[in-house]
């Protein structure tokens, strides 16, 4: 899978661009700063953002062609984000989080993805909040990015099941543009989360 990855990553612009996307720029008014993990995080657009708005950045991926374009985001936009080589399998789950920060993660089928979320559940401090976005199963139609496994996309449902208890401050499912470099561009079904856990 990392593989996969790593030599998609290997070219030298950005494939999902270097700005962050519109939902979590919007999150950002909802989410105060406070210290944020960001999972899979890519060449680092995510992650580079919330630390120009004043988060305390922890940022993780396997591909380290990913990491090397992150690593340069950081220094272009004058930042510093604590990032590191690591899969969803490597990563010490149990530092809490006041953000768990979960953007276009969609590369488990549904029984692979409920440890996923079990663990992002478990890395979120009581009081904090995960920020999820990623696509709904008829952006496989559109053809404007994500994966071609239908199965993998998010339903408004499915979240719901996932986040009970949880205050959803958000919980949308709708078509927009995207202009995330060459890997998501053009309409796109989008899924989006911003859930805060109870306090204990
Ligand atoms: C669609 S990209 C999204 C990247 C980033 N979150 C963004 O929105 O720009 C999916 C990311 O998942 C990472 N990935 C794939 N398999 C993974 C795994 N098992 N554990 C952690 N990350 C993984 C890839 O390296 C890739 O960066």
């Given at each position: ?44 657009r ?44 490597d ?65 408004t ?44």
């Amino acid at each position: 899978m990392s593989e996969i990855w790593t030599q998609r990553y290997d070219r030298p612009d950005y494939l999902f661009g270097m700005e962050p996307t519109e939902f979590l720029v919007t999150a950002t008014h909802h989410v105060p700063p406070t210290n944020a993990l960001c999972v899979a995080d890519g060449e680092g657009r995510h992650s580079a953002y919330l630390a120009q708005r004043g988060f305390d950045v922890t940022a993780f991926d396997p591909a380290p062609t990913a990491l090397q374009k992150a690593r340069r985001l950081d220094v272009a936009k004058g930042v510093t984000v604590a990032r590191h080589q690591a899969s969803l399998d490597d990563w010490d789950w149990t530092q809490p989080y006041g953000a768990v920060v979960a953007m276009f993660i969609q590369f488990q089928g549904p029984e692979a993805r409920l440890p996923t979320f079990e663990r992002l559940r478990q890395a979120t401090r009581p009081g904090g909040h995960v920020i999820l976005q990623g696509f709904a199963p008829r952006q496989v139609d559109y053809g404007t990015g994500g994966p071609s496994d239908r199965e993998n996309m998010y339903t408004t449902e499915f979240l719901e099941q996932q986040f009970g208890g949880w205050t959803l401050h958000h919980l949308r499912d709708h078509d927009a543009p995207v202009a995330s470099g060459p890997g998501h561009d053009g309409i796109a079904a989008l899924v989006e989360l911003i859930a805060q856990k109870p306090d204990q």
